[in-house]
């Protein structure tokens, strides 16, 4: 069985079926840090659209800053190339829905890679900005450093053991199959699949954690949970209008 067969056959996680379209890319997402932030949800106005609901865990609503590798993207009839389909990412999101249909919605989207950010802009229409970033990968201890224009993510962080046993709060937070995009009068659906996160316990090293995003509720003091997944590989269809 090849790779995309082998995702593609597995779905007993998913929320709701696929597509009636093929799938319209391939990628990979490796080595994911997730910072993950308990926000009041009056402080959303003029950041969300408001025609998406805000999804709310027990009544709080939630920003996560996810920092990971971009490796191997592709359309499905092409192979990938590494100037453009290899980059470290850094988003903030936050939790939504449409019609009962739970995803996520990026307030901030950081690509490594100039050439990438342009090309992921132009062919999702995802808000992709250019920002350096370097990380550092060795056994257990991993850095990730990203800045530009005052947002900014310093991260050094070991790791722990895979959680065998998740939380609901770990699977609401991870697992999301679809985000939203709105632009103009427009709202746009994208969605995903991949087997679920593999999540790994996370220690943060003290004094090395520093956050600059221009949202309230992103600071250190509000950092609620973390998590770290060696990655997923992804199948992404091609974007719905669903408003």
Known sequence: MNL????????????????VEEWAYYQEWNHAVF???????????????RRLELDTFDGVAWISVVAFTMNNIRPRWLPSV?????????????YVKHKGVSGVYFLNIQGAKQLSCFVARHLSGLPYVFSSMK????GSDHEFCCGQSGEYLNIS?????????????DSWLTERYCLYLGNGRTLYRYQIHHEPWQLRAITINDN???LGYDFPGVTLENLNLAHYSDGVKVLAWKRQVVL
């Open 208 to 210: 090395n954690l520093r």
């Open 35 to 49: 910072l993950h932030f308990p926000v009041r949800a009056d402080l959303f106005w003029g950041h969300v659209p």
């Open 157 to 169: 962080y070991s790791l722990g053991e895979i959680q065998d046993i998740r939380s609901p709060m």
């Open 4 to 19: 995309v067969s082998d995702i593609i056959n597995k779905t007993g996680h998913r929320p709701w079926q696929f597509p």
């Open 82 to 94: 590494p100037l453009i389909s290899t980059f470290h990412e850094v988003n903030v999101r936050t």
């Open 135 to 138: 990380r550092n990968i060795s």
